[in-house]
């Protein structure tokens, strides 16, 4: 009997001790300082200590602790600078790549026309009439090869001259003909002399094109007699007024084809 009442007073006596520290610790923790959290996380976090402190409103500005007052955390604004920015992607439509085609290890020098610098040509070798003095009878052809001109005589001491390009060293030549073919965008075929020639030179001749912007004759031909000879246009107008040919007599386009349209088969031409 005396150990229970000894037990009993000892258990009253812890819950008293007990139910004290829970009313001290109420009273010590009561008026806890607010914390406040800066918006920015990286920032060091911001406490206030001390029961002196007052606290902040969530425009930061201090204000008396009042009665009552209960410990709360205050977030601030987060700064719009902080807001997130929207990512914008641009996509682009799938386009299939281009096929890509090796061009030809070997090409024929007479595939394409020459490319070179367009450069006017000289005034003086534009068609226009001129005098000319000769026993000749209107309507012949006469071929100075020195200055590099053709004469269609027209009578009373007059003609219409032309600029030509004539045969390089080696090939020049003279004589009279009479046309014997007439031909518009003539096909081409080099003899075959021309073609063992160039391909000394690394140059491949077709043995036959058709007639076109790119063949070397142009847009008309005159064919000069039982030869290989003939009175046509170009390709490479730049070189009328210079020895540049295999024998030929070459005009620009829209020279010959002006002659052509003046002379008829059996015309007589002479080369000097």
Known sequence: MKTLLILTTLLSVALTDI????????ERYGNRPPVIVS??????WLMQLGAGNAPVDQRGVRRQ??????????????????????????????QRPAVQRAAPLVRSAGMVAPQRPVRPID??????MVAYETRERPGTIVIDTN??????????????????????????????HKVTRKAEW????????????EAAKGHYLPA??????????????????????RIHGTNAPWTIGYAVSSGCIRMRNEDVTDLYERVTVGTRVIVL
Not at 19 to 26: E, L, N, R, T, V
Not at 39 to 44: E, G, K
Not at 71 to 93: G, K, L, N, T, W
Not at 186 to 197: D, V
Request: hydrophobic share 35%; proline share 12%.
């Open 208 to 229: 036959s094109m058709e007639g076109g912007p790119a063949n070397p004759l142009g847009a008309r031909a005159m064919y000069l007699g039982s030869t290989l000879y």
């Open 65 to 94: 602790r009042a009665a009552g007052d209960q410990p709360r955390i205050v977030y601030r604004e987060r700064p719009a600078a902080y807001a997130p920015r929207q990512q914008v992607i641009y996509q682009r439509p799938y």
């Open 186 to 197: 003539p096909t081409w075929r080099p003899p075959s002399e021309m073609i063992a020639r």
């Open 39 to 44: 918006p920015d996380l990286t920032a060091p």
């Open 147 to 176: 200055s590099r001109f053709l004469y269609l005589v027209t009578g009373n001491g007059e003609a219409r001259r032309y600029g030509v390009g004539v045969g390089k060293p080696g090939f020049e030549w003279a004589g009279a």
């Open 19 to 26: 139910g004290s520290g829970y009313a001290q610790a109420a």
């Open 123 to 128: 005034p003086q070798f534009l068609p226009q």
